[in-house]
């Protein structure tokens, strides 16, 4: 039986050395296996970055063994679209304690070195049965052509991906997305329509500064590129049996799987009551307001309301929204505690709003949040 303080305790020794942890890994990896290393791309930083995070969550979730096991079988499914197979497992996981005793120094034990061995047993076992369980259901990619290409603002685009074959999946998930200028660095972006009868997956993608993936995808050569795209993951997905009215607050791009949860609501019999905030530090970073009006204009159960963090006296005459940080903006508007609350968008972001719905009242299981942690930077 893993002792799970005794497995944290140690963990939190090792944590303290940030990027280290992760560059030791891999490089004690790639000196056993030198094999390994043409499955990953050629600059590692954000590639341990998804290492670190990864354990970290895993770690946090070691005494919910219902949350873990969810998380690591996508985790197993997703993995399959970097080429890993079930025998890569105890390759990982002996330069994963051999990281750990490096760094743990006093607080590495036989006692702990078999919690870790056994821990890190389950996790391969979860992982590799999820994947194994996945290829005989479903690709390990999916072929994607760019159809369309909007640009909607000088860092912001919208992409039209037709994927071959159909990509099935339930509106707030998101892909991972990999394009032929960036071999082998996948970066995950959230689907913003429902799914379609012609099966088109439209995205929004904000470009980065230094993000060599959203660099590439905002060129407007992109147009009729062959992507490849991962299997949907994601749990920021509409809980109809709740059946509450909804408050929806997204910040830039983070809108995408909002907008799909629209999509889906739209299509209900009885659609609950939905106020979206949708923020932006400036107007010209409202970049789908138009599109969310006209829905609104359609729908008389959906409010939304615009939201910019710029000094109001900068914002204009013509702008009819709200003006201030959006957490603090949506926590002003309305009484929430009634509600069901998806929130997506830049992390300081999301985690400021929960503090305050939950100040507010609403509770913690009333709030929902998609948790990239390992996939995306």
Known sequence: ???????????????????????????????????????????????????????????????????????????????????????????????????????????????????????????????????????????????????GFERRGFDVCVLFVRPEPRLEYVPGQSVAIECPARPRLWRYYSMANAPRPDGLLEFHIRMIDGGAVSMALTSEHIQGTQLRLGPPVGALTLDQAAGRDLLLVAGSTGLAPLKAILDQVAALDDPPKTDLFFGAVTAEGLYDLDALDKLAALHPWLAVTPVVSADPGAVGPGFTGQAGSLPEVVARCGDWTGREAYLAGPSGMVAETVTRLQAGGLGGAHIHVEDFGWSER
């Open 1 to 147: 039986m893993v002792d799970v303080a005794r497995l944290r305790g140690c963990f939190a020794a090792v944590a303290v050395h940030g990027d280290e942890l992760a560059l030791f890994f891999y490089s004690d990896l790639f000196l056993r296996h030198p094999e390994l290393r043409e499955l990953f791309p050629v600059s590692m930083a954000a590639q341990r970055g998804y290492f670190t995070d990864a354990l970290i969550k895993i770690v946090a979730q070691a005494d919910r063994v219902e949350e873990l096991t969810a998380f690591l079988e996508g985790l197993g499914r997703d993995h399959r679209k970097f080429g890993a197979l079930v025998g890569h497992y105890d390759a990982v996981g002996t330069s994963l304690l051999a990281t750990l005793a490096h760094f743990a120094g006093p607080a590495w034990s036989p006692e702990v070195a078999a919690d870790w061995k056994q821990a890190y047993q389950l996790i391969g076992s979860v992982m590799s049965r999820a994947a194994v369980a996945d290829e005989g259901q479903r690709p390990a990619w999916w072929g994607g052509t760019v159809v």
